[in-house]
T-cell receptor
Framework: KAGVTQTPRYLIKTRGQQVTLSCSPI?????VSWYQQTPGQGLQFLFE???????NKGNFPGRFSGRQFSNSRSEMNVSTLELGDSALYLC?????????????FGPGTRLLVL | GQNIDQPTEMTATEGAIVQINCTYQ??????LFWYQQHAGEAPTFLSY????GLEEKGRFSSFLSRSKGYSYLLLKELQMKDSASYLC????????????FGRGTSLIVHP
């Protein structure tokens, strides 16, 4: 099976711009979660999508949004970028089940905001 | 709120045993994960504990004590490739899947 893929892998933006990141899950995985990883805050949960609906949400401002398509691919959007949004954005996917289910991470998108 | 503590950095010698501790204070508990993350790479799953006790998987074992809010990851027969960051993550209960991660423990294995 192909693994989780994320595009683009690297991105440079300026303050005030917006950005869209993409995540393609492992075949058969219907849950996609997004995380932000920074040296200062570590790995933080953004939100989870399942069957095109946001199922869980972390504690991030409304500038961070996402969606999921019928083929389970997901996109994450950050509007009005701030310097502090510079981070590694990871998505992780799993089939659908309970909390014990293993999630598989993609390689991440490294975003630099200037 | 959630609070998860892990040591920032540990060093060990190739072939030795190392124990990485994780303590947590959360509102509700629905399991604890350990992940390994090599520099510049994505985290990979190591273990999941929801009941008290020790789970062994090859060279890696994970222990949980829910009453103490404590877990550890035990790595035996250390290899150079075990140099990585080890992340402890707690799932809170309530029907939602929102993992809270510790800051990670950077393990350096030297010859």
């Amino acid at each position: 099976k192909a693994g989780v893929t994320q595009t683009p892998r690297y991105l440079i933006k300026t303050r005030g711009q917006q950005v869209t990141l993409s995540c393609s899950p492992i075949s058969g995985h219907r849950s996609v979660s997004w995380y932000q990883q920074t040296p200062g805050q570590g790995l933080q949960f953004l939100f989870e999508y399942f069957s095109e609906t946001q199922r869980n949400k972390g504690n991030f401002p409304g500038r961070f949004s996402g969606r999921q398509f019928s083929n389970s691919r997901s996109e994450m959007n950050v509007s009005t970028l701030e310097l502090g949004d510079s981070a590694l954005y990871l998505c992780a996917t799993r089939t659908s089940g309970g909390p014990e289910e293993t999630q598989y991470f993609g390689p991440g998108t490294r975003l630099l905001v200037l | 709120g959630q609070n998860i503590d892990q040591p920032t950095e540990m060093t060990a010698t190739e072939g030795a045993i190392v124990q990485i501790n994780c303590t947590y204070q959360t509102s509700g508990f629905n399991g604890l994960f350990w992940y390994q993350q090599h520099a510049g790479e994505a985290p990979t799953f190591l273990s999941y504990n929801v009941l008290d006790g020790l789970e062994e998987k090859g060279r890696f074992s994970s222990f949980l004590s829910r009453s103490k809010g404590y877990s550890y990851l035990l790595l035996k027969e250390l290899q150079m490739k075990d140099s990585a960051s080890y992340l402890c993550a707690v799932l809170t209960s309530g029907g939602s899947y929102i993992p809270t991660f510790g800051r990670g423990t950077s393990l350096i294995v030297h010859p």
